[in-house]
Protein backbone atom coordinates (compact mmCIF):
# COMPACT_ATOMS: atom_id res chain seq x y z
CA UNK A 1 0.00 0.00 0.00
CA UNK A 2 1.18 3.97 -1.09
CA UNK A 3 2.12 5.41 2.12
CA UNK A 4 3.57 9.39 2.02
CA UNK A 5 3.49 10.48 5.63
CA UNK A 6 3.70 14.56 6.06
CA UNK A 7 5.51 16.16 8.99
CA UNK A 8 7.61 19.75 9.58
CA UNK A 9 4.49 21.62 9.55
CA UNK A 10 4.01 24.45 12.30
CA UNK A 11 2.72 28.15 13.29
CA UNK A 12 5.63 30.78 12.19
CA UNK A 13 6.02 34.33 12.13
CA UNK A 14 5.89 36.20 8.41
CA UNK A 15 9.61 35.86 7.19
CA UNK A 16 10.34 32.81 8.95
CA UNK A 17 11.44 29.25 7.34
CA UNK A 18 10.17 25.67 7.63
CA UNK A 19 11.37 22.34 6.73
CA UNK A 20 8.63 19.79 5.28
CA UNK A 21 9.40 16.41 4.82
CA UNK A 22 7.55 13.50 3.66
CA UNK A 23 8.53 9.77 3.92
CA UNK A 24 6.90 7.23 1.38
CA UNK A 25 6.51 3.43 1.48
CA UNK A 26 5.04 0.89 -0.15
CA UNK A 27 6.24 1.92 -3.72
CA UNK A 28 9.50 2.58 -5.66
CA UNK A 29 10.27 5.49 -4.73
CA UNK A 30 13.22 6.52 -6.61
CA UNK A 31 11.22 5.75 -9.62
CA UNK A 32 8.52 8.35 -9.56
CA UNK A 33 8.69 12.03 -10.05
CA UNK A 34 7.59 13.34 -6.59
CA UNK A 35 5.32 16.51 -6.22
CA UNK A 36 4.54 18.79 -3.56
CA UNK A 37 0.79 20.45 -3.30
CA UNK A 38 -0.69 22.97 -0.71
CA UNK A 39 -4.79 23.61 0.16
CA UNK A 40 -5.20 26.99 1.54
CA UNK A 41 -8.43 27.24 4.05
CA UNK A 42 -11.72 27.54 1.68
CA UNK A 43 -9.48 27.00 -2.03
CA UNK A 44 -8.26 23.46 -3.89
CA UNK A 45 -5.33 22.13 -4.39
CA UNK A 46 -2.37 24.06 -5.84
CA UNK A 47 0.85 22.94 -6.89
CA UNK A 48 3.61 23.92 -5.24
CA UNK A 49 6.58 22.23 -6.85
CA UNK A 50 7.99 18.77 -8.36
CA UNK A 51 11.34 17.15 -8.80
CA UNK A 52 12.71 14.68 -11.02
CA UNK A 53 13.05 10.84 -10.07
CA UNK A 54 17.29 11.59 -9.64
CA UNK A 55 16.28 14.96 -7.87
CA UNK A 56 18.29 16.81 -10.14
CA UNK A 57 15.78 19.01 -11.87
CA UNK A 58 13.35 20.92 -9.16
CA UNK A 59 10.09 22.47 -10.99
CA UNK A 60 8.32 25.27 -9.41
CA UNK A 61 5.35 27.34 -9.23
CA UNK A 62 5.50 31.04 -9.40
CA UNK A 63 4.59 31.62 -6.05
CA UNK A 64 7.22 29.16 -4.79
CA UNK A 65 10.34 30.61 -6.64
CA UNK A 66 12.96 32.00 -4.91
CA UNK A 67 12.05 31.07 -1.37
CA UNK A 68 11.11 27.42 -1.53
CA UNK A 69 13.85 24.45 -2.08
CA UNK A 70 12.19 21.05 -3.04
CA UNK A 71 14.88 18.04 -2.77
CA UNK A 72 15.04 14.37 -2.38
CA UNK A 73 17.01 11.48 -0.30
CA UNK A 74 16.33 8.23 -2.19
CA UNK A 75 18.00 6.44 -0.11
CA UNK A 76 15.67 7.73 2.62
CA UNK A 77 12.61 7.17 0.41
CA UNK A 78 12.29 11.19 1.38
CA UNK A 79 11.16 13.99 -0.22
CA UNK A 80 11.64 17.75 1.17
CA UNK A 81 10.05 21.06 0.98
CA UNK A 82 12.66 23.83 2.33
CA UNK A 83 10.32 27.16 3.25
CA UNK A 84 12.32 30.41 3.38
CA UNK A 85 10.53 34.00 3.82
CA UNK A 86 6.84 32.65 4.17
CA UNK A 87 4.55 35.07 3.67
CA UNK A 88 0.70 34.75 5.59
CA UNK A 89 -0.60 33.66 2.29
CA UNK A 90 1.16 30.43 2.39
CA UNK A 91 -0.82 29.16 5.10
CA UNK A 92 -2.11 25.47 3.87
CA UNK A 93 -2.26 22.18 4.39
CA UNK A 94 0.74 20.93 2.25
CA UNK A 95 0.67 17.61 1.10
CA UNK A 96 3.67 15.40 -1.16
CA UNK A 97 2.14 13.19 -3.98
CA UNK A 98 3.94 11.23 -6.56
CA UNK A 99 3.45 12.17 -9.82
CA UNK A 100 2.86 10.34 -13.01
CA UNK A 101 5.81 12.45 -15.08
CA UNK A 102 4.43 14.25 -18.12
CA UNK A 103 3.81 17.93 -16.99
CA UNK A 104 5.93 19.03 -14.01
CA UNK A 105 2.40 19.93 -12.56
CA UNK A 106 0.61 16.65 -12.81
CA UNK A 107 0.37 14.31 -9.90
CA UNK A 108 -1.85 11.57 -8.34
CA UNK A 109 -4.78 12.27 -5.68
CA UNK A 110 -2.30 13.13 -1.91
CA UNK A 111 -2.90 10.00 0.18
CA UNK A 112 -1.31 11.49 3.54
CA UNK A 113 -3.12 13.54 5.72
CA UNK A 114 -0.75 17.04 4.95
CA UNK A 115 1.30 19.01 7.73
CA UNK A 116 -0.24 22.33 8.58
CA UNK A 117 1.51 25.25 8.18
CA UNK A 118 0.40 28.37 9.56
CA UNK A 119 1.99 31.67 8.82
CA UNK A 120 0.98 34.20 11.25
CA UNK A 121 2.55 37.28 13.21
Known amino acids: EVQLVESGGGLVQPGGSLRLSCVAS????????MTWVRQAPGKELEWVSS????????YYADSAKGRFTISRDNAKNTLYLQLNSLKTEDTAIYYC??????????????RGQGTQVTVSS
Open 97 to 110: ARSPGGDPDNYYPP
Open 26 to 33: GFAFSTYP
Open 51 to 58: INKAGSTP
